[in-house]
């Protein structure tokens, strides 16, 4: 059995310090092998935004992977977003943007999805694409569980106004032929678990905002996927309490038939 925990959308300098201790607390008590950071560890790019994101992952326990989000990237210093965009995020969080892992069940692969000509937006790119499905074809990873991370979700509930990322389209599909099972995303402060509409034998693990205080509606959260015998269990834990403490409000089972991914009681 693999237990990972899936976080994203921290946002240090818009985020609750209230909630800083309850999150830390709960990350390592629930003993992960693996810590995921879907990306935007801060809200505007500073050093000092960087240094409380990096602050926080040297208190986890677990091996910590992550990825960029377009909060990572500069909005208001133009230079720096066009010249040196990932600068920041290289000294404090990462070197590689686009890390990838290999464990006894599962393998990870991380695509950096931020645009600094759509800060917005995101982008899937070509290159991103072909490393990781050579790491997912590898003949190590046969019969694992192959688990993307990325910013960006590479499709849509149907009431999310924002535009789609570019790439995202072909993208999906490339993976779905090169051996990926599962997708990490966030940006969108919400969350989602299901099979994709388009690539139903990919699952969306969408998480929210795991310390900011923009909300949008849904409680600060995390993800913490159960892998065993070949099924994925995704508990969706929450803090919404008056003692900040973050507890285990849902729970969704899958289990791949015919390639497909199919909801368990």
Known sequence: MTRIVHLSDL??????????EPLVAHVNG??????????DFTQRARNHQFSAARAFINRLQAQ??????????PLDNLYMRLMRPWVRFRRHIARDLEPC???????????????PLAWQRGRLRRSSLRRACAFLSDDRAQD???????????????????????????GLLRLRDCGADIVLC??????RVAPFRAARSLLLVQAGTGLSNRVRGEPNDLNLLILEDGAVV?????????????????RSRFRKHDGIWNALP
């Open 11 to 20: 946002h240090f300098g818009r985020d609750r310090p209230e909630l800083l």
């Open 30 to 39: 629930l003993e992960p092998d693996l810590v995921l950071v879907s990306g």
């Open 64 to 73: 910590t992977l992550a990825v960029p989000g377009n909060h990572d990237t």
């Open 101 to 115: 892992v290999m464990g006894t069940e599962f393998v990870v692969v991380g695509l950096n999805t931020t645009d």
């Open 144 to 170: 694992k569980i192959g688990i993307v991370m990325m910013h960006h979700p590479p499709e849509h509930d149907t009431d999310v106004g924002k535009r789609l990322m570019r790439g995202a389209d072909d």
């Open 186 to 191: 966030g940006h969108l402060h919400a969350w």
């Open 234 to 250: 995704i508990e969706h834990h929450v803090s919404d309490g008056a003692d900040l403490s973050f507890r285990c409000e849902s």
